[in-house]
């Protein structure tokens, strides 16, 4: 990362920032009447869609059944305007394959899966516009849209990414700090109990500076939780308003 790109003599980013500022976040939930649950998050200009299907009944090979819980299934994808490169992104590229990987790992470490024993919950994830923090805001997105098809979780999942320059903490990514090229860092975190879901970092980062770049990632996923936390009472307002509770 050059420092004096990305960051000001008085401490200011590209986009008006400062360090530890996120970017601003807007959501709403139940987009999709279709689905049992869906939301649609931007996150500075990185937007993504977000649909949930289930629990239930496995489909396909009945080996995948698991006994005692439910299955996560989870497909992430981007779409092709989604990025100035215009180009056909197929579902089975590795990209998408590890990014699906990661969003399974996360969403099984905070639903109550024991709750939904030889079921499926099926999660998709589409990525309408890229600027940095992809993963974020799926896992943001894909968090409220579970909550709209009321699947119980231990907690928000909330998540947000952190990088470091000129030995300055930066929380909440955009495109042009991802790729600058220094260690960029993304955290998945129960807030409440503080609990790690997952932990990402793309470089090598000196072990004297990690706990800075935690704490700079965990403090920015709390302020994350509390924005998710407002959308869905706000939803649940809107919601009793119209049945008339």
Do not use: W
């Amino acid at each position: 990362m050059a420092g004096l790109e990305l960051l000001s003599d008085q401490g200011y980013r590209l986009d008006g920032r400062k360090a530890t500022e996120l970017r601003k976040v807007q959501a709403r939930m139940g987009v999709f009447a279709q689905a049992d649950g869906s939301a649609y998050i931007e996150q500075g200009n990185t937007k993504a869609l977000a649909v949930v299907y289930g629990p239930h009944e496995v489909r396909g090979s009945r080996s995948k059944t698991l006994h005692d819980r439910a299955v996560i299934n989870c497909q992430y994808s981007m779409a092709t305007f989604s990025t100035a490169e215009r180009k056909r992104r197929p579902h089975g590229d590795r990209k998408s394959t590890e990014m699906s990987l990661h969003l399974k790992q996360t969403f099984e470490a905070a639903v109550l899966t024991n709750l939904y024993p030889r079921s499926q919950i099926d999660i998709y994830v589409k990525i309408l516009q890229s600027d940095g923090g992809n993963y974020s805001a799926c896992v943001n997105a894909a968090t409220l849209a579970v909550i709209d098809a009321g699947i119980p979780m231990r907690d928000y999942v909330c998540a947000c990414t952190a990088g470091f320059v000129d030995e300055t903490p930066l929380a909440d990514l955009c495109h042009a700090e991802e790729s600058g090229g220094g260690t960029s860092l993304a955290l998945a975190l129960l807030p409440r109990g503080g609990h790690i879901a997952l932990l990402q970092m793309d470089a090598r980062l000196h072990q004297d500076h990690l706990e800075t770049l935690m704490e700079a990632a965990m403090t920015a996923c709390k302020g994350v939780s509390k924005v998710l936390d407002e959308v869905v009472r706000q939803h649940l307002q809107e919601v009793s308003a119209l049945t008339g509770e």
